[in-house]
């Protein structure tokens, strides 16, 4: 009989899809994916989630390979010594021969007086689903604030100022900032005919939450009925809790091939990984392709081969304002915005073009293990041994990739 390899995958989110349906490949390897919640949560969709076009989440018999072993729970705790995860309401252990650290990320924590209190972020399912039921019992024509320009603070700003609400966007800072200067451009005008009062600059950095208003750097004092937080993310510190290392901001420190620089038999793939102490940016773009990337370490180890390094060839952002504009940012291979962009009406179906993509590609991997080629793609080599030297030589690396 043949002996079983058992991959243990935490985090069920499109790095942990990914990783677990590619695993497959082999008839040897079996597989568990832990995840809290029983279905996948589209985080792509979430603003939509809150401005009430969708609900955000998707079956995982819909993307999730049949010989994937789905459990329900969290890990509390890694025992990489014993090659066990200790489980929350299981109140168990599960063992390992491999384990794969897809956690993913969440709101950071808000520093600033109140945001805790009076603040609704959005960057998890929960997250999103208790903004939606505020603002429904919110008047229509309360002001709203979105404190951060981000993708996220972008998206959720349009969604409701689409809806009629009236929304004040607070940058902290400059609108877009991974975005070029036309791109930025063609957002500010987008946002402007939806009648969203967009506050940039110094001064537009918030200093105090209150339950009904928003207090800026300048002095200024705006009135909100609800506060839509959307300023960075977070990744959890079960890797830190755990005793494994990881950068400043608690992802799990790993070589190219994303092996923890602990313990050869403990991966990392998405926005919880931090390869080489050079993280990619945190996105779906990168999510995916680096669940496949760390599958594939495995089953490079498993056949006895070595495992490739990690690259990226393509990088870009898109984003969607409203149901019926967005932009499509393209980016060099340092994931520097260029001055190429799509907009308006063609925008928007680049942009739903790509969320139907990404539960396509899960779904075409758990048909068919080993199809997704993304992270395969010819080029990035090159520029990414580049950006580890001047990274390791102490050279700054241009801000709009940790964005």
């Known amino acids: 009989m043949t002996e079983q390899?058992?991959?243990?995958?935490?985090?069920?989110?499109?790095?942990?899809?990914?990783?677990?349906?590619?695993?497959?490949?082999?008839?040897?390897?079996?597989?568990?994916?832990?995840?809290?919640?029983p279905d996948l949560v589209h985080r792509v969709r979430l603003h939509q989630l809150v401005g009430g076009s969708?609900?955000?989440?998707?079956?995982y018999r819909d993307v999730l390979a049949e010989r994937v072993r789905l459990v329900v729970d969290t890990v509390t705790r890694i025992d990489a010594a014993e090659r066990s995860v200790t489980l929350a309401a299981a109140r168990g252990t599960l063992d390992y021969d491999y384990l794969i650290y897809a956690v993913g990320s969440g709101s950071a924590e808000a520093s600033v007086p109140g945001a805790a209190e009076f603040a609704?972020?959005?960057?998890?399912?929960?997250?999103?689903?208790?903004?939606?039921?505020?603002?429904?019992a919110t008047p229509p024509t309360a002001p709203v604030t979105v404190v951060g320009a981000g993708p996220t603070g972008i998206e959720t700003t349009a969604e409701l100022a689409e809806q009629?609400?009236?929304?004040?966007?607070?940058?902290?800072?400059?609108?877009?900032?991974?975005?070029?200067?036309?791109?930025?451009?063609?957002?500010?005008?987008?946002l402007a005919r939806l009648g969203v009062?967009?506050?940039?600059?110094?001064?537009?950095?918030?200093?105090?939450?209150?339950?009904?208003?928003?207090?800026?750097?300048?002095?200024?004092?705006?009135?909100?009925e609800v506060t839509v937080w959307?300023?960075?993310f977070?990744?959890?510190?079960?890797?830190?809790?755990?005793?494994?290392?990881t950068d400043a901001a608690g992802r799990l420190l790993t070589d190219e091939t994303l092996t923890s620089v602990d313990d050869e038999r403990v991966l990392a793939a998405g926005d919880s990984a931090a390869p080489s102490g050079l993280p990619l940016r945190m996105s779906c773009l990168n999510a995916t392709p680096l669940g496949a990337r760390a599958a594939d370490t495995v089953l490079s180890r498993l056949a006895g081969e070595r495992p490739e390094p990690l690259h990226q060839g393509f990088h870009a952002q898109c984003i969607s304002l409203g149901r019926s504009a967005g932009i499509y940012q393209f980016a060099n291979r340092s994931d520097v915005a260029v001055w190429l962009h799509i907009d308006d009406g063609l925008g928007a179906r680049i942009k739903e073009m790509v969320c139907k993509r990404i539960p396509g590609?899960?779904?075409?991997?758990?048909?068919?293990?080993?199809?997704?080629?993304?992270?395969?793609?010819?080029?990035g080599v090159a520029k990414r041994r580049q950006l580890l030297r001047a990274h390791r030589a102490g050279t700054p690396v241009p801000a709009d990739r940790a964005s």
């Open 120 to 136: 609704y972020p959005l960057a998890i399912l929960e997250e999103a689903q208790r903004l939606r039921a505020v603002l429904d």
């Open 234 to 245: 977070g990744v959890p510190d079960l890797a830190a809790r755990s005793g494994l290392g």
């Open 197 to 224: 009062t967009v506050i940039d600059g110094s001064g537009a950095k918030v200093t105090a939450v209150t339950r009904g208003a928003v207090r800026l750097a300048d002095g200024r004092e705006l009135p909100s």
């Open 164 to 190: 009629g609400r009236r929304v004040t966007l607070v940058c902290g800072g400059v609108l877009g900032p991974y975005l070029h200067t036309r791109g930025r451009r063609s957002v500010s005008k987008r």
């Open 230 to 232: 959307t300023v960075g």
């Open 54 to 59: 969708d609900d955000g989440v998707i079956a």
């Open 5 to 37: 390899t058992h991959v243990v995958v935490i985090g069920g989110g499109y790095a942990g899809v990914m990783a677990a349906n590619r695993l497959t490949r082999r008839d040897d390897v079996t597989v568990t994916l832990i995840n809290p919640r």
């Open 361 to 379: 590609h899960l779904a075409g991997e758990a048909r068919k293990p080993g199809s997704f080629r993304l992270h395969r793609v010819r080029g």
